[in-house]
């Protein structure tokens, strides 16, 4: 809020490839926007190059930008951990989600809705990588998702090789010890070091005990989901929460998805979750916004019971829009027509959002 804005300067239309330096440009004034921390009054500049956010500086006067649209931009949510294979995809962006991760999937199909403007911005894993007749290559629903049983090293690095090949930027692996055969440790290794090479970050469903910590151990990037089977040690989950450049991204992470067990009635698969969760933020680990859309009964885009079970863990405030947010705006924003106060309910204020395109967001000025 304090940055020495120059508000009607418009750097990314100016800078930007030639064909768009005649694109109309236009600019609002806005009561407040998210990005890492809020700031107030803002002056948001709509171009063909998307939506970008100044603050207002403390001292100006009212904002020249004629129009004002009252509430805030958040940048996009995103959801880590769906498969749209088993979902509505064109359905997502109404439920409020700018972004997805599908993590286990078609990859043919997943290149179509990558390519299609009605279905949230997608990254997808590809097929499921497990052992032979390992999970989930028994369960129904896998037949409608995509599975490569691997036995030997090689095999494992040719599947990596063709995920990647069909446009996949993640690598899924399936280790679930109560659901039968897992990877070994030489071949998990090699499926880490094989994908870091290609730039892809490894996401691995752990099940099991000491499957989390055989993940962490490998250099596995991302947890698809809160650890449930197990307790995990404080001492374990302090190293997983440091930063790290044995990970991709500098550090390992989790993602929530808390409201599959037991979709808002708890239980105690939900209880060692929140638990492990609890404990994980609060030694500094990197938490995403997830909820395995697609996979049993949940809410068609945003989940509030996700939210809310985030929020009761411990990643709430600045937090848990951290874990929901896009990066940075773009293409897309989330709009929401009020601005929260200090007693609002995060997950109930958030659930008002809506996703909008610059084109959209000039509609509603
Ligand atoms: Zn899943």
């Known amino acids: 809020m304090t940055a020495a804005a120059s508000p009607p300067e418009i750097p990314s239309a100016s800078t930007s490839s030639l064909h768009h330096d ?56 995103r959801d880590s951990h769906v498969h749209l294979g088993l979902t509505e995809p064109r359905a997502l962006i109404a439920g409020g989600l700018a972004a997805v991760d599908d993590l286990g999937g078609d990859p043919a199909l997943l290149a179509g809705w990558e390519a299609d403007n009605s279905t949230p911005a997608l990254r997808f894993a590809g097929a499921f990588i497990t052992a032979p007749g390992g999970y989930p290559s028994r369960r129904a629903w896998a037949a409608a998702l995509s599975v490569c049983e691997v036995s030997t090293i090689e095999q494992a690095i040719v599947a990596v090789a063709d995920q ?20 070994d440790d030489a071949i998990l290794v090699s499926v880490v070091e094989y994908a870091h090479s290609r ?33 995990l040690d404080d001492s374990l989950i302090a190293a997983m929460a440091k930063t790290d450049s044995r990970f991709l991204a500098g550090g390992h992470s989790w993602v929530s998805t808390l409201d599959i067990h037991g979709y808002g009635q708890g239980g105690v698969d939900f209880e060692i979750a929140s638990d492990n969760l609890r404990r994980f933020h609060g030694a500094g680990g990197t938490v995403r916004y997830g909820t395995d859309l697609g996979n049993g009964d949940l809410p068609l885009g ?64």
């Not at 001292?59 to 009252?70: S, V, W």
């Not at 499957?211 to 250099?219: I, K, N, P, Q």
């Open 199 to 231: 730039g892809c970050d490894v996401v691995a469903h752990v099940q099991g005990a000491g499957e989390a910590e055989r993940a962490f151990e490998a250099g596995v990037d991302r947890l698809a989901h809160t650890p449930w089977t197990e307790r």
């Open 22 to 77: 005649h694109d109309p440009v236009v600019e609002f004034a806005i009561d407040a926007y998210w990005l890492g921390e809020w700031h107030g009054p803002a002056t948001v500049t709509l171009s063909s190059d998307g939506i970008s956010v100044v603050p207002d500086a403390p001292t100006a006067a009212p904002t020249a930008a004629a129009r004002r649209i009252p509430g805030v931009l958040l940048p996009g949510f």
């Open 302 to 365: 945003l989940n509030q019971r996700e939210l809310a079970a985030l929020q009761n863990a411990g990643v709430s405030g600045d937090a848990l829009l951290r874990s929901l947010c896009l990066p940075s705006f773009g293409a897309v924003a989330s709009y929401l027509p009020t601005v929260p106060e200090a007693d609002t309910d995060l997950t109930e204020w958030l659930m008002t959002a809506t996703v909008v395109t610059a084109p959209e967001l000039m509609r509603i000025t």
């Open 164 to 183: 990647v090949s069909a446009g996949a930027t993640m690598v899924k692996i399936a280790l679930n010890s109560e659901d039968g055969p897992v990877l």
